[in-house]
């Protein structure tokens, strides 16, 4: 049930006391304002940090012997830019059995690639680590051979 007094009946004093005058709107809209803009930049950066301008992807990849897999991968890029990227090649306990950085020339904006990976042993387990425009990767994990064990020389050759 509603007060039997209207606040156009009060004096503005009472008004005032009571909080029944109408408050100014723009701080509250310049509030809105800039909580949307600050959304609106915070998403504009995540979407620019979340999806980088090149597009790896491993495809397949084929044992083809005790010293050798072919991995398929395919790589979306600018075609200014010219991509290394980072393969693995790894037994059943985990251990390297052959790792290689692959250079990509620049000139399309799609290349699939077959490279000959050669290995130590059968392949178990195959990563494209990462891929990177103009320089090899730096955040991927070194080469993780056994100790006293040499990395197989890149690429396979008959």
């Known amino acids: 049930m509603g007060s039997p007094l209207r606040s156009r009946d009060l004096t503005p004093r009472m008004r005032q006391r009571y909080g029944l005058d109408r408050r100014n709107p723009w701080p509250?809209?310049?509030?809105?304002?800039?909580?949307?803009?600050?959304?609106?930049?915070?998403?504009f950066a995540a979407y620019n940090v979340l999806s980088?301008?090149?597009?790896?992807?491993?495809l397949a990849w084929n044992v083809i012997g005790p010293d050798r897999v072919d991995i398929t991968f395919e790589v979306r890029r600018s075609a200014s830019a010219d991509v290394y990227c980072v393969l693995r090649a790894q037994d059943e306990t985990r251990a390297d059995v052959g790792y290689a950085v692959v250079p990509l020339a620049r000139g399309t904006t799609y290349v699939q690639e077959t490279y000959s990976l050669r290995t130590l042993a059968p392949a178990f387990v195959v990563?494209?680590?990462?891929?990177?425009?103009?320089e090899p990767p730096a955040r991927v994990p070194p080469p993780q051979f056994p100790p006293g064990v040499v990395p197989p020389e890149q690429p396979w050759t008959p």
């Not at 990563?127 to 103009?134: P, S, V």
């Open 28 to 43: 509250v809209i310049l509030g809105v304002t800039l909580a949307v803009g600050f959304t609106a930049a915070l998403a």
């Open 52 to 58: 980088p301008a090149l597009h790896p992807k491993l």
């Open 127 to 134: 990563e494209l680590l990462a891929c990177a425009a103009g």
